[in-house]
């Protein structure tokens, strides 16, 4: 199975801030890399996709980028509405798996 | 618009069985290939099992394979998760889940999800 990690698992900012969560596979994946937003209750949303795809609605602030093993999900003005739980998904092989998810929280 | 609606949820003693249901409506659900996705009480998430949109190829993970099975109706716009020999570990609220792409064979990520049904395992 490849592994998936996300740093760092917990990240206070503040409204404005420019933020940005890493995520590595255990092995390349090439580009097969989706990004979740996910809210307390709620069902996780789709941010990104094939690493750096915008999916259709989410707002522009939102970027993705990385290839192989490593990859990022960048936040370039933070709204009140970002507060939330974000994961990382390889989709390059059945046998999906998820990074342990970042946790943005107001500092 | 999309809409996935999970349904069957409740408590069951550890080794007994569940099945759950997910209707879909608002696309054409024959051609389009299906998870299902589960997170425990305040975890992450975890990837269960997809099911092709043709039903040719259905995929588990580790963790509920022989377990569980993974089916769906496309007269009845339904999928299901047939959930035997449940663990205290299975609890969780389970999603179903929607691929992006018609009659896709290769893997994808989840574009749509319902609200999820919420299992709990416990005697």
């Known amino acids: 199975d490849i592994q998936m990690t996300q740093s760092p698992s917990t990240l206070s900012a503040s409204v404005g801030d420019r933020v940005t969560i890493t995520c590595r596979a255990s092995?390349?994946?090439?580009?097969?890399l989706a990004w979740y937003q996910q809210k307390p209750g709620k069902a996780p949303k789709l941010l990104i996709y094939?690493?750096?795809s915008l999916e259709s609605g989410v707002p522009s602030r939102f970027s993705g980028s990385g290839s192989g093993t490593e990859f990022t999900l960048t936040i370039s003005s933070l709204q009140p509405d970002d507060f939330a739980t974000y994961y990382c998904?390889?989709?390059?092989?059945?046998?999906?798996?998820f990074g342990p998810g970042t946790k943005v929280d107001i500092k | 618009q999309v809409q996935l609606v999970e349904s069957g949820g409740g408590v069951v003693q550890p080794g007994g069985s569940l099945r759950l249901s997910c209707a879909a409506s608002?696309?054409?659900?024959?051609?389009?290939?299906m998870h299902w996705v589960r997170q425990a009480p305040g975890k992450g998430l975890e990837w269960v099992a997809f099911?092709?949109?043709?039903?040719?190829?259905?995929y588990y993970a580790d963790s509920v394979k022989g377990r569980f099975t993974i089916s769906r109706d496309n007269s009845k716009n339904t999928l299901y998760l047939q959930m035997n020999s449940l663990r205290a570990e299975d609890t969780a609220v389970y999603y179903c889940?929607?691929?992006?792409?018609?009659?896709?064979?290769?893997?994808?990520?989840?574009?749509?999800w319902g609200q999820g049904t919420l299992v709990t395992v416990s005697s």
């Open positions: 889940a929607k691929v992006r792409t018609p009659s896709g064979t290769y893997p994808e990520y989840f574009q749509h």
């Open positions: 608002g696309f054409t659900f024959s051609s389009y290939g």
């Open positions: 099911i092709r949109y043709d039903e040719n190829n259905k």
């Open positions: 092995q390349s994946i090439s580009r097969w």
């Open positions: 094939k690493a750096s």
């Open positions: 998904q390889q989709y390059n092989i059945y046998g999906f798996t």
